[in-house]
């Protein structure tokens, strides 16, 4: 099986917005920013589109709210783009899940460079 229709429709809407910030929205307030995936309700009235970004609390906000300000233009390039019968109605939401991977590594690290520091003083 191909998966579930849902699921192909929201690579889809992930692939052409990836396209389109990198290339048709020139709006400074978005970064450099990451679509993670799309979450597609079963009816594909709406589309959750998770991301992540590089910088700090204001540049997650700042990117917020230009995202807020391409929704409508995005919406309306992906049904251009998109044969559907209604375009999702977009919902970005920031994905957190990349930091805390990050800091459950970083966690991962330091107990082993301490388990490794323990052997080498039981050593000698």
């Known amino acids: 099986m191909q998966g ?41 009235q709406l589309a959750r589109v998770y991301y992540t970004l590089m910088g700090d609390d204001r540049a997650r906000a700042e990117t917020k709210r ?23 109605e977009l919902q970005f939401h920031f994905d957190g899940s990349v930091e805390a991977q990050d800091r459950i590594e970083r966690i991962l690290i330091d107990l082993e460079a301490e388990r490794q520091a323990r052997k080498s003083e039981e050593s000698s």
């Open 4 to 44: 579930s229709r849902p699921d192909r429709v929201g690579e889809q809407i992930r692939q052409e917005l990836s396209q389109m910030l990198l290339s048709e929205v020139h709006d400074p307030g978005i970064g450099l920013v990451t679509l993670t995936h799309v979450k597609v309700s079963p009816d594909l």
């Open 66 to 88: 230009a995202l807020a300000r391409a929704t409508p233009f995005l919406r309306r390039q992906i049904g251009s783009r998109i044969r559907l019968r209604r375009v999702p």
